[in-house]
């Protein structure tokens, strides 16, 4: 028997910067049964999909020189309070780290800069100097020991991380200030320099750096933590004739749920009794409450703000919606953009290249450089090292994405992965479907014109009669329409469905006819004056049809699907971001002529089959299109496929997260400008951020090299190297975080 494929979370400890992220994927991915591995080193966590068991995934992360944790079988709060807590721990832990190491290192950059020489000459300052490198030992072991372990790790599994580079660059510097203290004589006068305060400052300034970013990084996982926040903690329900309140988990499907005002709906699940409006806008971003009657959907998450009702469960635990837009964010924040795997290309091969730099740096200096040489070239090969961590490096693109895919998932706009969000801020070309995306997807009746009957209610009670016997959709809007007027229905004989004509039947002694034209040529029925209302109607984006009694016209019923109230707004959003909207509908040309026109789109397709839509995609891709789809996920499936990005038309109960790269969880277009929007702001933000690390690193390097020293006599200080490299990676993190002030929409 085989084991079920399934997606488990890890959290990684011991990974300090983006060069790992590459050995931890590697690692995994090589297990048997692994599947995919994506490290998410924002915050620490890789989700893994395949066969292989948690213990064989913990195993491989430990081979590569890591610690890992499963994150799965654990309730989601339970989950992020325990990262939380361990979290702040750690950010305390950080801080203690930094007062001990600058605790000694200011107090020694001071005394070099205003009281006397880091120099050793005699014999008294090589027994102070001595016992500061003890003092500057304990800091290195109390407040640097993650680093060396880190990197005496990374070393036993024969690669490098920014451990290393820390490791090498402090102990480089500690090591050259005890052998000045210890064979002073060895070395030139001029050579005879102490670094301690560097190390010390470095250790303190690193320390700092990562507890500010720990700090920020904690702001990017909100939308997440809202998302959790949604989820009941208790349930009413009813069990033996009496009400129970039980834990969430402890509910069972079919079980009736009692919600009161006010309380939040703990499962998925149908109204069997009472009515109350719901207020779905943490689920759908849709501010206006939902009303709810019996046979109505409820969704978890949910808050109750009226009425009482009782509901049968459908779905719990890992199947409710809410648990699935949980696990479809996490996933996709935990995903790469194209972009993003590039950047961990380039950060797999930077710490290797960096200690070859700083070696070729060293003999550069030893060889061609002045008095001191020797010193010059610890200082450079020291500075190189420290300041081309690459931290920011790492965190430039999965900040962004955690904060932009958070965003959407507030707006109601679930993004499946990275790659999906970064084509989506490319798209040129936006095909949207007619039915239930432009408009409503239910047809209702607009108009009843009376040509030769004199009273509506009794026509419409007639027509809706006689089509209750149809399954046609248009039939179905005149039934609800008789409903909605309170209007009862009466008894149909001989009723009969007209292929391509229409319907009839005998009620009370009355031949009854409802259909088209042609259906009236038939049967002789005169149309004639009748023919202008109906044209008129028609160009409307109206189904007008012909309804006579005993061979004679009664009325014109026109029955017309509503553009959707904020429709014409949003696709005016889309075209002037300078998207080509393009409409495809089954419908007739002129139905699609007059709704293309009330909609504001000049291009547009009619009597479009759903293999016709996939066709036409491919056409508008060979065009040099990239392409986006908006339809429902089902009879779009096809063209959702084969589009560059496929956007899904869902609602909050009925999310279809397999049907599209991108689901917009309420029925407005407004949900698809706002998607391009944030994917945009996204990638902008992706881009500044590796912009930024990028250029520090490729200036920083050569002016850690001493590509300045000939011209301006500057050679970079490790200690400032260290802040740098520090606050370089809280730059890139504040810069994310700035996307979560981003607004899609201006209202």
């Known amino acids: 028997m085989t084991n079920r494929a399934s997606t488990q979370q890890l959290v990684i400890e011991g990974a300090g910067c983006a060069s790992c992220v590459g050995k931890i994927e590697s690692a995994l991915r090589s297990t048997s049964g692994v599947e995919s591995a994506e490290m998410n080193f924002a915050d620490r966590t890789v989700m893994v999909s395949g066969t292989a068991k948690a213990s064989e995934l913990i195993n491989a992360v430990e081979h590569a020189g890591y610690n890992a944790k499963l994150l799965n079988n654990q309730h989601a709060a339970q989950v992020m309070d325990d990262k939380e807590a361990a979290d702040w721990a750690y950010y305390k832990k950080l801080l203690r780290n930094t007062v001990i190491a600058l605790g000694l290192g200011i107090p020694l950059m001071l005394y070099g800069l205003f009281i006397g020489e880091m120099t050793v000459e005699t014999a008294a300052q090589r027994i102070g100097w001595l016992a500061v490198g003890v003092v500057t030992l304990c800091v290195m072991y109390f407040s640097g020991k993650h680093f060396y372990v880190g990197a005496w790790k990374s070393f036993k599994n024969h690669s490098a991380n920014m451990d290393t580079l820390i490791a090498l660059g402090t102990g480089t510097a500690w090591l050259y200030s005890m052998l000045v203290v210890l064979v002073p004589d060895a070395l030139p006068t001029m050579a005879r320099h102490i670094y301690f305060e560097a190390t010390a400052m470095i250790i303190g300034l690193i320390n700092l750096g990562l507890a500010l970013e720990l700090k920020a990084r904690g702001k990017t996982s909100q939308a997440i933590k809202r998302l959790i926040g949604l989820q009941a903690k208790t349930a009413i329900v009813i069990r033996d004739d009496k009400e129970v309140e039980i834990h969430i988990e402890q509910v069972l499907e079919n079980d009736v749920v009692k919600v009161k005002p006010g309380q939040k709906i703990p499962v998925d699940g149908i109204v069997v009794e009472g009515h109350s409006s719901i207020d779905e806008s943490m689920l759908t971003g849709e501010p206006i409450p939902v009303e709810k009657q019996v046979n109505d959907e409820v969704v978890a998450g949910t808050l109750n703000k009226s009425g009482l009702f009782l509901f049968k469960a459908t779905r719990i635990g890992k199947d409710t919606a809410l648990a699935q837009i949980i696990d479809m964010v996490k996933r996709a924040q935990n995903s790469k953009p194209p972009i993003g795997r590039l950047a961990d290309v380039i950060a797999a091969y930077f710490v290797p290249t960096v200690m070859i730099i700083a070696v070729v740096s060293a003999l550069a200096w030893l060889n061609f450089g002045p008095e001191p040489a020797m010193a010059l070239a610890m200082v450079s090969a020291t500075t190189v090292l420290i300041i081309a961590c690459p931290c920011a490096l790492g965190l430039a693109t999965p900040m962004s994405v955690m904060v932009g895919i958070g965003k959407a998932a507030e707006a109601g706009v679930l993004i499946r992965n990275g790659e999906a969000l970064q084509t989506a801020s490319k798209v040129t070309a936006m095909i949207l479907d007619k039915t239930g995306t432009i408009t409503e997807g239910s047809p209702k009746v607009t108009d009843v014109v009376l040509i030769n009957a004199t009273d509506e209610k009794s026509v419409l009670q007639l027509a809706a009669s006689l089509e209750n016997g149809s399954e046609h959709p248009l039939a179905e809007a005149i039934v609800d329409r008789a409903m909605e007027e309170n209007i009862d229905l009466l008894p149909i004989e001989s009723f009969e469905a007209l292929i391509g004509l229409g319907v009839k039947g005998q009620c009370k002694g009355k031949t009854l006819l409802f259909g088209n034209a ?62 080509r909207v393009i409409m495809l509908t089954g419908d007739n040309n002129e139905t699609a002529a007059a709704v293309a026109k009330k909609a504001g789109i000049a291009e547009y397709y009619a009597q479009v089959l759903p293999e016709d839509k996939a066709f036409k995609v491919r056409e508008l891709q060979k065009q040099g299109e990239v392409v986006g789809m908006t339809g429902d996920g089902i009879n779009d499936a096809p063209a959702l496929a084969l589009a560059d990005v496929g956007f899904a038309i869902g609602t909050g109960t009925d999310v279809a997260i397999e049907s599209a790269d991108i689901t917009l969880m309420r029925g407005s277009l407004h949900g698809l400008a706002d998607a391009i929007a944030i994917s945009k702001a996204t990638l902008k933000n992706i881009k500044q951020n590796l912009f930024g690390a990028f250029i520090y690193n490729v200036a920083g390097i050569p002016v850690a090299a001493g590509a300045l020293y000939p011209m301006l006599g500057i050679l970079l200080s490790p200690v400032i190297a260290g802040a740098a490299m520090a606050f370089s990676s809280l730059t890139v993190v504040s810069n994310a975080n700035r996307l979560r002030l981003f607004k899609a929409r201006e209202h």
Do not use: W
């Not at 049809?545 to 707004?569: H, N, R």
């Open 518 to 579: 042609k259906l009236m040529a038939e049967r002789n029925i005169v149309i004639t004056g009748a023919v202008e209302n109906a044209q008129a109607l028609a160009k409307e984006a109206k189904t007008p049809m012909y309804f006579a009694i005993d061979g004679e016209l009664a009325a014109i019923i026109a029955v017309a699907d509503p553009i959707k109230a904020d429709a014409i707004e949003a696709i005016k959003r889309l075209q002037s971001n300078h998207l």
